[in-house]
């Protein structure tokens, strides 16, 4: 049995920073971990993974360089930091946890979050 609960989020003017949680229970925080996004009209993506250990991340090529995925085991909570904002960044965020899958798929991911808005305007 495991559990996601999401906070962070909002709205955000293009340029600004956003830092999104994740706090995990029960099993879900000792797997890999990841964070999707689904904008409206558009079938949720993958945007980065991180392992148990925190030791390896993978972030897609779309955000790489502003966003940043880590973990806090001390916590429990899963954090993905957002750095100079774009309007193609709105969309709703979500976390996910697998106990043997860090790829990309949405469908190797059995735990998620509930989903968090990002509304990024210009």
């Known amino acids: 049995q495991g559990q996601l609960v999401q906070s962070g989020g909002g709205l955000a003017q293009a340029g600004d920073s956003l830092r999104l949680s994740c706090a995990a229970s029960?099993?879900?925080?000792?797997?890999?971990m990841a964070w999707f996004r689904q904008a409206p009209g558009k079938e949720r993506e993958f945007v980065a993974s991180?392992?148990?250990?925190?030791?390896?991340?993978n972030v897609a090529d779309s955000v790489k360089g502003r966003f940043t995925i880590s973990k806090s085991n001390a916590k429990d909570t899963l954090y993905l930091q957002i750095d100079n904002l774009k309007s193609e960044d709105t969309a709703v965020y979500f976390c996910?946890?697998?106990?043997?899958?860090?790829?990309?798929?949405?469908?190797?991911?059995?735990?998620w979050g509930q989903g968090t808005q990002v509304t990024v305007s210009s």
């Open positions: 996910a946890a697998s106990l043997t899958y860090n790829g990309q798929e949405v469908a190797g991911y059995l735990w």
């Open positions: 991180i392992s148990w250990s925190g030791s390896y991340t």
């Open positions: 029960g099993r879900t925080f000792g797997s890999y």
